[in-house]
């Protein structure tokens, strides 16, 4: 035992709990007591007290007592994991004018007495764990906890309905949102759908309200056309830079009358909101009911910017709102909390190659299907195939492309199921013709799914159980002929089936957006290796994640349908209220900090911060840990060359006391 | 080394994980080898290699690293840098002449109860087949005696 010489030794109690007999049955609980007081009194104890139940207000009294009667500076308690009740005998401590922090508790139940049988065994280690705690506490130092306050205003990423939703909640609330899209209108992938299952509402019917909104609510700022760049700061107080991209428009003027748009004379296949099933203007509204409506200009595909010449737009607009020559905008916001609502990527259909998808005319994606059978879709509504005219007469519906396949997502994506459902529905409803359902499992868990799959079986469409192999061409027979052929194996009925169909639907999957990686350390949140942002904790705390002040919602955290993403949305807004309305948010003192005098500037600790907590300061060389960022796991500490970091309540001198503390017996024994 | 030889062994815990899963493993009453003393730590992370040494040194004869799964960490990736020290020190164990063995690293999430008990008999038995290191009784691996310990740890 090397203590340093000089210093007087604080003054520690000892108090072992019998917890009945969960503890006593398996340690002799008035040995470890007595040896505490004896042994450990060089040690500095003063006091060891044995108790049927500390955590008993009989118990918690025993300690405050002698806290206030005896002077303890320090108190171990060892009794149960500190998981149980280390808040209870800090707060003992607490109430008798001791600072919570200079209390230990040392767990002899979980790690002796529950998982060891022989009793002369377990006292000892129940002795060795009880020395490690004293000689521990004596090295703890008195800790406040952090009060910060919290920004009233908060930052939703994403307009899709998880985000609109959480902003609505927020601002109905009389809080200032920030509600930043990267496409030029809010909406989401929602705004692309013809109808929702099981219901069969239109999606436009009951989304353009909530955009409407949402765009026009005092208390939302719609920042479209936007993305967030940079994030600074922590809980309560975040600096975030978004980037305005130019849309050409002045918003000022612009009335949204849409006559630059009638008169722009080129067209562009429309990637993006008709899934390249249809045109647009290169100065266009993703759509009608698009929110905010002042179009974009699409610069790199309009010949103004390309050739110097047309200006058309310019020349019609009534009031003057063209401008080519608007440039990208920084705007900096300040707001306390963070919604990411940045919803998820659609499978590419192309990576099935077996599919046929994009080599096959007449084979078609989900979205595609959506678009089409939108009536203010390219088609108008129209059930047709890929010439633009012809009615299909059978149709093949595939689940899970690129979902639950180990070739490329492991993962269901939830909705699949309900969706091919809705598609057989939509197809025999306009166009009568004959629908077969490819599937794996049919999957229809949620409220009213399973009575919708029930009716469209009553409707007729046809159910072959099995993974489909592959679409072809290449016809066997006179049957065969023009048609795509479906090759599957009907695992109900034991055999292999070919099928002859006019179209095919895929019902691709979901995927993490193709830059979530980049989006998780621009916020500082996990991000599992499919991409998927994880939460604080997956059923308990969903919508939470490891960083404080940044939630997630949606389909950025894993495939959901609407009725959860909503829901999302909304427990998000209120945990965000929850800390607003807190006004000051109480950080747990559990920090690292850098020693700015032995600071060498070496920066090996820059890059070990997951949460972006060290800040390296170019003109000092010096590194500074933010205290509000910084989560408290002590890597950096661990990793500092200079012993520069020190990290509060796991300090470097607290665990070699510690492991002298639990080594003691072996070296007394030399 | 009289009677049979019963290794003392420190485990270094993650307070999210391997610390729940011993939590676990005691109020599922299993049972399991009373060598190993545990330390909790935030993050497996925190596991300065000192810690390690200072244990040694200090007359443990293994110490058990435990931390959340790859992908699992608490906070994010720290459990991969504690992985790189890990491998770095049973290099530099190796370089000292101590059985880089002494040392083991193993994942166990907060349900892993019993992964962690049955982890923790075997590297018992590991330690058990290795034999006493006995650092603190100024002995240097290959058995001479030294004046001093065989070395110093601050940290």
New interface residues.
């Given amino acids: 035992m090397s203590a340093e010489s000089g210093s007087k030794k604080p003054r520690v109690g000892v108090y072992v709990c019998h917890c009945g007999t969960n503890i006593s049955h398996t340690v002799d609980v008035e040995q470890v007591r007595e040896w505490a007081e004896k042994t450990l009194g060089a040690e500095g104890v003063v006091i060891a007290r044995d108790y049927k139940f500390m955590c008993s207000s009989l118990g918690q009294e025993l300690i405050e007592k002698d806290i206030k009667e005896l002077g303890l500076e320090r108190v171990v308690v060892a009794a149960c994991s500190p998981h149980l009740h280390e808040l209870t005998f800090r707060g003992a401590s607490k109430r008798a004018g001791l600072n919570p922090y200079l209390t230990e508790l040392a767990s002899i139940r979980e790690q002796v007495s529950w998982v060891h049988t022989d009793k002369a065994v377990a006292t000892e280690k129940a002795k060795a764990v009880v020395a490690g705690a004293v000689e521990r506490v004596i090295k703890n130092e008195p800790l406040e906890e952090i009060r910060v306050p919290i920004h009233p205003d908060t930052l939703v990423v994403g307009g899709g309905i998880a985000g609109i939703q959480a902003a609505l909640e927020i601002a109905n609330a009389g809080f200032k949102v920030y509600l930043v899209e990267r496409e030029p209108s809010i909406g989401g992938h929602m705004a692309q759908f013809d109808k929702t299952f099981p219901t069969l509402d239109c999606a436009a019917c009951i989304l353009t309200p909530r955009m409407f909104e949402a765009g026009t609510h005092p208390n939302i700022e719609l920042l479209t056309w936007s993305e967030v760049t940079h994030v600074a700061g922590y809980v309560g107080n975040f600096t975030v830079t978004v980037k305005k991209k130019p849309r050409y428009v002045n918003t000022d003027l612009c009335t949204g009358c849409g006559i630059c748009v009638e008169k722009c004379p080129k067209k562009v296949v429309d990637d993006v909101y008709e899934a390249g099933l249809g045109y647009r203007k290169v100065v266009y509204t993703p759509f009608a009911q698009a929110v905010p409506k002042y179009p974009v200009i699409d610069a790199p595909n309009c010949t103004y910017f390309q050739k110097g010449t047309c200006k058309a737009c310019e020349k019609f607009c009534p009031t003057n709102a063209i401008d080519f020559t608007q440039k990208e905008e920084y705007v900096t916001i300040q707001v306390g909390n963070i919604i990411l609502a940045t919803g998820y990527d659609l499978f590419d259909a192309r990576r099935v190659s077996n599919y046929g998808y994009g080599r096959l005319a007449n084979v078609f994606t989900s979205i595609e299907f959506e678009r089409m059978s939108n009536a203010a879709g390219p088609t108008g509504g129209n059930i047709v195939l890929r010439d633009g005219k012809t009615q299909p007469k059978t149709v093949g519906i595939i689940h899970c492309v690129g979902s639950r396949d180990k070739n490329y997502n492991n993962y269901c994506s939830s909705i699949c199921c309900m969706q091919s459902l809705k598609f057989a529905h939509l197809v025999k409803e306009r166009t009568g013709a004959t629908v077969y359902e490819f599937y794996i499992d049919m999957r229809t868990p949620m409220k009213a799914y399973d009575e919708f799959y029930q009716r469209v079986l009553e409707e007729g469409t046809l159910f072959v159980r099995g993974k489909v192999a592959q679409v072809t061409n290449a016809a066997r027979n006179e049957r065969e002929e023009g048609k795509l052929i479906i090759q599957v194996e009907d695992t109900l009925a034991g055999k292999q089936r070919r099928i002859p169909v006019d179209m095919v639907i895929l019902s691709i999957g979901m995927e993490p957006r193709h830059d979530a990686k980049e989006t998780s350390h621009l916020f500082g949140v996990g991000c599992s290796s499919d991409g998927w942002f994880i939460e604080k904790h997956p059923k308990l705390d969903p919508v939470s994640t490891m960083t404080e002040g940044v939630m997630i919602a949606g389909c950025a955290t894993g495939p959901k349908d609407i009725p959860a993403s909503v829901a999302q949305g909304a427990a998000a807004a209120a945990r965000v209220l929850n800390k607003i309305m807190q006004k000051e948010v109480v950080l747990e003192p559990i920090k690292a900090s850098i020693d700015q005098e032995k600071c060498s500037g070496c920066r090996i600790c820059n890059g070990l911060c997951p949460f972006n907590a060290i800040l390296f300061h170019e003109d000092r060389m010096v590194s500074e840990i933010n205290p509000a960022l910084c989560q408290g796991c002590g890597t950096c500490v661990a990793a500092c060359p200079a012993g520069a970091i020190s990290g509060t309540g796991f300090s470097n001198e607290q665990i070699l006391a510690q492991i002298d503390g639990l080594l003691m017996d072996v070296n007394l024994a030399v | 080394m009289s009677e049979t030889f019963e290794p ?1 062994i ?1 485990g270094f815990t993650c307070n999210w994980c391997s ?2 899963a ?2 676990l ?3 599922a ?4 080898a ?1 060598n190993v ?7 497996s ?7 390690v040494m ?2 040694l040194a ?3 004869d293994g110490v058990l690293i435990t931390g959340c799964h790859p ?1 699992e ?6 459990n991969y ?1 504690a992985l790189r ?1 890990y491998l770095l020190l049973r290099r530099v164990l190796k370089g000292m002449g101590i059985a880089p063995e002494r040392v083991k690293l193993v994942w166990a999430s907060a349900a892993e109860g019993l992964k962690l ?1 049955q982890e923790i008999n075997t590297f018992v038995e590991e330690i058990r087949a290795l034999g006493p290191l006995g650092w ?2 100024k002995l240097a691996g290959n058995g001479h005696a030294l004046e001093q310990p065989a070395m110093e740890v601050t ?1």
Wanted: with cysteine; glycine share 8%; proline share 4%.
């Fill in positions: 003392v420190i610390y729940r011993a939590d493993a005691g109020t009453r299993m049972k399991y009373p003393r545990l330390i909790r730590l935030m993050c992370g925190r596991l300065d290699p000192t810690f200072k244990a200090s007359g443990a992908g960490c608490h906070y994010i990736e720290q840098k020290r008990a603190n009784r940290a």
